[in-house]
Nanobody
Framework: QVQLVESGGGLVQPGGSLRLSCAASGSIFRIYVMAWYWQAPGKQRELVATITRDGTTNYADSMKGRFTISRDNAKNSVYLQMNSLKPEDTAVYYC??????????????WGQGTQVTVSS
C-alpha cells in the first residue's frame, strides 16, 4: 500500500508565496516521475509541473517563472514553491507519483489534494 500526503496549502494574499509538500509512504521500491496538478473550481485537473528522479523538470507554460518543483529522493518527497501568487491560482493542488512497490511494476498514485486560496 502506497500513500501520498500533501501539506502546505492555505489562504494567502495576492503576491504571496506558499510551499506545498508531498510525502510518499508505504511499500516503496522506487519512485519515478513526481508531479503536481491543479484543479480550479469548475475546471478539469491540469498539470503544473513534473520532475524526474534525476531532477529534470517540466512546467506548464502558465506556471513557468513563478512555480518551482523540487524533490528529495531520500525523503520520498516532492515540493512546489509557489511565488507571486494570483487569485486565478486558487485551486486544489494534487501530488502525483509513479511508484513501484516491486521491480518492474509501476503504479500511478495521487494524493488527496490541498486547497490553495489566493485572496485579499
Amino acid at each position: 500500500q502506497v500513500q501520498l500526503v500533501e501539506s502546505g496549502g492555505g489562504l494567502v494574499q495576492p503576491g504571496g508565496s506558499l510551499r506545498l509538500s508531498c510525502a510518499a509512504s508505504g511499500s516503496i521500491f522506487r519512485i519515478y516521475v513526481m508531479a503536481w496538478y491543479w484543479q480550479a473550481p469548475g475546471k478539469q485537473r491540469e498539470l503544473v509541473a513534473t520532475i524526474t528522479r534525476d531532477g529534470t523538470t517540466n512546467y506548464a507554460d502558465s506556471m513557468k517563472g513563478r512555480f518551482t518543483i523540487s524533490r528529495d529522493n531520500a525523503k520520498n518527497s516532492v515540493y512546489l514553491q509557489m511565488n507571486s501568487l494570483k487569485p486565478e491560482d486558487t485551486a486544489v493542488y494534487y501530488c502525483n507519483a509513479q511508484i513501484s512497490s516491486v521491480p518492474a511494476i509501476r503504479g500511478d498514485y495521487w494524493g488527496q489534494g490541498t486547497q490553495v486560496t489566493v485572496s485579499s
